[in-house]
């Protein structure tokens, strides 16, 4: 990463400090810069993450697009075209294998995998060809006081800001220097992560297996050298489980993936290291305070079931971007009223999916039938009503409540509505009449 300066030298002066360079900090300096602010980038490069691939949907995709980063991220990356959830939690109704495919919405594919040091490699490079400074440090202090926010280095030297977007992660120095009070939690699980080979192709599939444990789930990977198919690997379970396979020969595991897998792809051979994280949440009291956003991890954290954590980041980041657009920074009442806008349209969704994940997450590990029915029953009408399945799969690739400016792209046309666009919630609509319908139907039986 490019030092601005070595040693003693005077403060950096900026309009906008992003503190943190993981893959949300990259983002947001990318998307600030190319919107013509002048912005300096401040963090520890990203440590690699043994085993981990992120699966990026279609609105973090447009979001790539923008930022000028997605021809090498889908060079790197495999595409989802197809997501297959599998209840295998042995509750007591037969529960239908769940299939959604891209195309039932118009698109190519959902989305596309990408390991997470290759996407982090690609943003850095991006950052480094952009007009944005960048100092590798650590930040150990601010002062929000004033009219502008200093933050002090680890080497002493001070940045000043109009303004700060702290993606410096979950435990964020950023927001705990300005007073926004956290909620954390924990889950007795832990997730190991891998990058894997197979015997036979995954056809783009990605395929999430519903276990009492948590899910385990397996995400298309693109051909590379000799290995014609592989995956990645995101599976949950108890960290008694965890430390017994993570001891065990790795030909061992390779048996138990084969297993839980049920043999679709065949032989397994781990390429990558396994890693080990330990399952939490967090929710924040604000996201907003002062001269200062959040953004990513500083402001949500949930278990990693239906990849969702990094698509809420550039989500984040493309909001404030949008809310800030034509903001005179150094005017205080401007910038609150942009910043208040932030706050109102994040909460909804931030909240939407850490609830949602909490609760499929709960409802797996913890097992009691009326839970069992109604999440078996989830899976029923999602298969059996195509408008319910289209609206679900909709909203998980581009939600509707946010499309910021930097997400916007053509709508992708219906296909059986033959150019006609659907009305903003015309599918949800169908989808209550449906089951509407079926229930009287059963209800008059
Ligand atoms: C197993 C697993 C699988 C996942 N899969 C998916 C997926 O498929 N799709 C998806 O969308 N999401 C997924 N996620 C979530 C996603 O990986 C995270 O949301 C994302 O990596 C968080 O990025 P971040 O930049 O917000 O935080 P971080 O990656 O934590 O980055 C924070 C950065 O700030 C730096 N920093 C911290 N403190 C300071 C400081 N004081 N000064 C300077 N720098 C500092 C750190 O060094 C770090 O580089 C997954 C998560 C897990 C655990």
Redesign the pocket.
């Known amino acids: 990463m490019a030092d601005t300066d070595g040693g003693a030298a005077p403060g950096i002066e900026t309009q906008i400090l992003v503190?943190?360079?993981?893959?949300?900090?990259?983002a947001a300096a990318l998307a600030f810069a190319r919107a013509g602010w002048r912005v300096t980038l401040?963090?520890?490069?990203?440590?690699p993450?043994p085993g981990?691939?992120?699966?990026?949907f279609e609105a973090?995709v447009r979001f790539l697009d923008s930022i000028g980063a997605l021809d090498a991220v889908r060079a790197a990356a495999c595409p989802i075209e197809t997501i297959r959830m599998i209840d295998d939690t042995e509750q007591l109704l037969p529960v239908p294998d769940l299939v959604m495919r891209a195309e039932e919405i118009g698109l190519p594919a959902f989305g596309l995998?990408v390991s997470?040091d290759e996407l982090t490699a690609i943003l850095l490079e991006r950052a480094r060809a952009a007009s944005l400074d960048i100092v590798e440090?650590?930040?150990?202090d601010y002062d929000f006081e004033g009219d502008a926010v200093i933050a002090t280095l680890a080497d002493g030297r001070r940045v000043e800001a109009q303004f700060v977007i702290a993606?410096?992660?979950?435990?964020?120095?950023?927001r705990n220097a300005a007073g926004i009070d956290t909620k954390e939690w924990t889950y007795p699980q832990v997730?190991l992560?891998a990058l894997l080979r197979h015997e036979l192709p995954h056809d783009n599939i990605s395929t999430e297996y519903h276990t009492r444990s948590g899910p385990f789930t397996l995400?298309p990977l693109p051909a590379r050298g000799e290995a014609q198919n592989r995956s990645s690997l995101?599976w949950l379970m108890n960290p008694r489980d965890a430390r017994r396979r993570l001891a065990e020969p790795r030909a061992e595991l390779e048996y138990e993936l084969e297993d839980f897998s049920r043999g679709k792809l065949g032989a397994m051979t781990i390429e990558s290291g396994v890693?080990e994280?330990r399952m939490g949440g967090m929710q924040v009291s604000r996201l907003t305070a002062g001269r200062l956003a959040l953004?990513?991890?500083?402001c949500h954290?949930f278990?990693?079931i239906g990849?969702?954590?990094?698509?809420?980041?550039l989500r984040d980041v493309a909001d404030l971007e949008d809310c800030l657009a034509s903001v005179d920074l150094r005017n205080e009442r401007e910038l609150s009223r942009a910043l208040m806008r932030y706050e109102l349209q994040r909460r909804a969704d931030i909240g939407f999916r850490t609830h949602g994940v909490d609760l499929l997450n709960r409802s797996l590990i913890i097992p009691y039938l009326p839970i069992d029915l109604i999440r078996g029953a989830g899976f029923v009408a999602m298969t059996a009503l195509g408008p319910l399945r289209r609206a679900v799969m909709r909203e998980g690739v581009a939600p509707h409540l946010a499309r910021p400016r930097l997400m916007r792209a053509e709508e992708p046309r219906e296909p059986r509505m033959r150019g006609r666009r659907p009305r903003p919630g015309a599918e949800l609509v169908g989808a209550a009449r449906d089951a509407l319908a079926l229930l009287r139907r059963g209800a008059a039986r």
């Open positions: 503190a943190g360079a993981g893959s949300t900090g990259l401040v963090g520890r490069l990203p440590a993450l981990r691939t992120v699966a990026l973090s995998n997470n440090a650590e930040i150990v993606a410096d992660g979950r435990a964020s120095r950023a997730a992560t995400v995101v890693g994280f953004v990513g991890e500083t954290v278990p990693p990849a969702q954590g990094l698509n809420l980041s």
